[in-house]
């Protein structure tokens, strides 16, 4: 079976330091791989979404980056953290072939002070 | 903008009452997701519709997405408290390029609290 897996859960980080949240999936391949965030009152946005290795495509401009090394991992990053930056960060999958269900992983709390 | 629109914004309900939570957008939609989620938790995938008129149901929870792709319900027959959470419906927008794209807009989420 398929899943999900982001780390690290819970982050605190002071402003101006770098982010790196990783997301890795397991079980199938070439997934498309999507990254949203849940900030308090504002939904879920997508930021990142990819269809390959080192194929990201940038939803909304902002201050952070993806990047996808290899087939079934997604990194979040950012060099200097904004206190806007703070937010629930959502990784999701989706298998292209067959279906088009879209899970989500457990998620990885983001706090810059 | 497509935005979709979640209604009512909370709900607290009495174990055993059922309950609707509806969904709605301004254009057509190519699919249209559920996921229940509790605060500071991933989202659990629910149901998922793609054609007009469609019907799905999982134990006591049925979603419908209406003939116009535009709008959809969740009904929860005698809810239990393992119901309450936050119910999320999303969206992939034809209007996202060719749509299928799994790029989903997400509406702001129905508060689900049930009272034993």
């Known amino acids: 079976s398929q899943t999900i897996h982001q780390w690290p859960a819970t982050l605190v980080q002071p402003v101006g330091s770098p982010l790196s949240l990783e997301c890795t999936v397991e079980?199938?391949?070439?997934?498309?791989l999507y990254w949203y965030r849940q900030a308090a009152g504002r939904g879920l946005q997508l930021l990142f979404y990819?269809?390959?290795?080192?194929?990201i495509s940038s939803e909304v401009p902002q201050n952070l980056s993806a990047s996808r090394p290899q087939d079934r991992q997604f990194i979040l990053s950012s060099k200097k953290l904004l206190l806007s930056d703070s937010g629930f960060y959502l990784c999701?999958?989706?298998?292209?072939?067959?279906?088009?269900?879209?899970?989500f992983g457990e998620g990885s709390w983001l706090t810059v002070v | 903008s497509q935005e979709l629109e979640q209604s009512p914004q909370s709900l607290i309900v009495q174990e055993g009452k059922n309950l609707t939570i509806n969904c709605t957008s301004s254009?057509?939609?190519?699919?249209l997701y559920w996921y229940k989620q509790k605060y500071g938790e991933g989202l659990i995938f629910l149901m998922m519709?793609?054609?007009?008129?469609e019907e799905k149901s999982h134990e006591k929870i049925t979603a419908k997405l209406d003939e116009k792709k535009q709008q959809s319900s969740l009904h929860i027959t005698a809810s239990q408290p393992s119901h309450a959470g936050i119910y999320l419906c999303?969206?992939?927008?034809?209007?996202?390029?060719?749509?299928?794209?799994?790029?989903?807009?997400f509406g702001q989420g129905t508060t689900l609290q049930v009272k034993p």
């Open positions: 079980g199938t391949s070439n997934p498309n």
């Open positions: 254009k057509t939609l190519y699919g």
């Open positions: 999303g969206a992939d927008p034809i209007s996202r390029g060719s749509g299928n794209t799994g790029k989903l807009i």
């Open positions: 990819s269809v390959g290795i080192g194929q």
């Open positions: 999701a999958w989706r298998r292209v072939l067959n279906g088009n269900t879209i899970y």
């Open positions: 519709l793609q054609k007009g008129g």
